[in-house]
């Protein structure tokens, strides 16, 4: 049994999106095969391996959308994907479009039991995985799964290495001959790919999307960002696997007939390498990526290629950041206000450093092409007015179909007339520019006082031995809750609590606002879809720091972490 994906937007709305240009109205597979036939022998993917052209691309995405049909792959059916970036995640993209199959990518180093979570909730009846990647056996670590997931028919094990026992090997599908695979023809407005958001539930969302929001509301933004209309060449930072790297295989390629620079794990080293070996137009990753970037840069090698765009989202981008990404990059920082729940809004290319307000980066001008934006009163829904502060939803060509298996979600995030509810604070000003300002539900409650993370980050990244800082809250017998700084130093000396409470004081922070544990890490840690990874930063103080009253409410000093 396929599980049930239903449309909460109204089907004349969508249809008026086909009507009037906005989605090109094809599966992502047709789209994909016009920009083959276009251009033959135009580059589609540079990964590890080397070059790929679209029509090498195309000659293997057939061999395996021949074998997983000769499987008993059908139309309408999900398939998980957990593959690094590189060019087997793409053919696995555009072989599951060509069946008109559903993809549910999920990235590597993601264990098995969210693995297990995301596949029976979606009635996966296969899952295409590495033998191993960075000492992870995921093929084998998924085919354990089979007796617990009734629905799961196939693990695809993808090499190098022997395909392990229970599963079908990748190498033995890609035999068969692609000359007479005849590809289905889905609906555009049909379920194309699922897209994984941990937000703040206890189990992933899955976030349903069709052949239209992919190619037509996602691939509209990267369109705005492509000034003369030449095929992009976008380095992803980010896995393809994430909602941010939707707009590799889909919007990318399908969409734009462009060429997607691949590194199979991310480092700053690699990232900068592939900026001077391949001169992307746009590279794609989330803030703390380029704070690494930028540390490791230090002036050396000389300057790097510029790209049309550095697209930035995933985490609040801070002014500091921008400024030096701006700089070191010699072209425009994109601040992309994103989510894989349905809302997308970036400041674009007319300013080099993205535009500021007091509460730090704004998010941009809504395009009603990707998604409308409005202020909403949290509890009625009604729209406020420009100025009031209330929830951001949206709808547009973007919107998805609905969450997966979960009519709880739909529920709780979706209006009765289809906008996504973001969860998050906002206003829009008398130029329709949106400007963030926090989550309903992403604070620390201290004593009963509420204190946003990104205000208190936003601040203490201006402090100039601050390279990253990510705060979280950590438990606590008195106050219940308390902030705590986990910072990346610059230069040779580690900032003190007390220099950073004296910085926020001068900044205008107040005092019970301020973080009252430090401490000092390396790096960031990052979660498999590339973000900052609060929870194990969490759990490194929770187990570092011991749960001792360090004072009263408003007043306590910070602690440093031994």
């Not at 087997?88 to 060509?98: H, R």
């Not at 610059?490 to 973080?515: E, F, N, S, V, W």
Request: contains cysteine; aromatic residues 4%; charged residues 20%.
């Amino acid at each position: 049994m396929t599980v049930a994906l239903h449309d909460l937007l109204p089907a004349e709305l969508r249809r008026s999106w086909v009507v009037d240009g906005t989605c090109p109205d094809l599966d992502l597979y047709s789209l994909f095969r016009a920009r083959q036939i276009s251009d033959l022998h135009h580059t589609a993917v540079l990964d590890a391996k080397g070059k790929l052209c679209y029509t090498a691309l195309d000659r293997k995405v057939r061999c395996l959308a021949a074998g997983l049909r000769d499987l008993g792959i059908r139309e309408g059916d999900v398939v998980g994907v957990q593959l690094p970036n590189n060019r087997n995640a793409v053919i696995a993209d555009l072989a599951l479009a060509a069946l008109g199959a559903v993809a549910l990518p999920f990235p590597v180093g993601r264990g098995t039991l969210e693995a297990e979570s995301l596949l029976r909730r979606a009635e996966a009846v296969a899952v295409i995985a590495a033998v191993e990647h960075r000492d992870v056996h995921h093929a084998a670590d998924l085919s354990t799964l089979s007796s617990a997931l009734p629905a799961l028919r196939h693990v695809v094990a993808v090499g190098p290495g022997t395909a392990p026992e229970g599963t079908t090997s990748w190498s033995d599908l890609m035999r068969r001959d692609p000359t007479g695979f005849v590809p289905a023809r889905p609906d555009p407005d049909s379920a194309a790919r699922i897209l994984v958001s941990s937000g703040s539930e206890a189990e992933p969302k899955m976030i349903a999307y069709s052949h239209n929001a992919l190619a037509g509301g996602r691939g509209n933004f990267l369109a705005s960002l492509i000034p003369d209309g030449t095929p992009p060449r976008c380095l992803f930072l980010v896995p393809l696997a994430s909602a941010f790297g939707s707009n590799g295989t889909a919007v990318t390629l399908a969409r734009h007939g462009g060429t997607l620079v691949l590194l199979d794990h991310f480092s700053p080293e690699a990232a900068i390498e592939a900026m001077r070996e391949h001169e992307p137009t746009h590279v794609l990753g989330v803030p703390t990526m380029v704070r690494m970037m930028l540390e490791r840069l230090d002036g050396t090698g000389g300057p790097l290629p510029a790209p049309t765009a550095l697209v930035l989202g995933g985490a609040p981008l801070d002014e500091a950041t921008a400024a030096a990404a701006a700089k070191a990059f010699g072209c425009p920082v994109v601040n992309l206000y994103g989510s894989a729940d349905g809302v997308n809004c970036h400041t674009g290319l007319a300013n080099t450093v993205p535009p500021t307000d007091a509460a730090g980066v704004v998010a941009g001008h809504p395009d009603p092409r990707v998604a409308e934006i409005r202020i909403a009163d949290p509890e009625t829904h009604a729209p406020l007015p420009d100025g009031d502060i209330g929830e951001i939803i949206s709808r547009g060509p973007m919107t998805p179909l609905c969450y997966v298996g979960a009519p709880d979600l739909d529920a709780r995030y979706r209006t009765p007339d289809g906008w996504v509810r973001t969860g998050d604070l906002g206003y829009l000003d008398a130029d329709s520019v949106l400007h963030v300002v926090g989550r309903l539900k992403d604070i620390v409650i201290r004593g009963g006082a509420n204190i946003s993370p990104a205000e208190v980050e936003r601040e203490l990244r201006s402090h100039p031995q601050v390279r990253d800082v990510v705060c979280v809250g950590v438990p606590d017998p008195l106050m219940g809750e308390r902030l705590a700084a986990c910072v990346v130093v610059r230069g040779p000396q580690d900032p003190t609590p007390d220099t950073l409470g004296d910085h926020l004081t001068a900044r205008g922070l107040d005092r019970c606002k301020h973080p009252e544990r430090l401490l000092v890490v390396e790096e960031i840690p990052l979660t498999a879809a590339g973000k900052p990874d609060r929870a194990a930063l969490r759990e490194r103080l929770t187990e570092s720091l011991p749960q001792a009253r360090l004072g009263t409410p408003g007043t306590a000093p910070l602690a440093q972490a031994g």
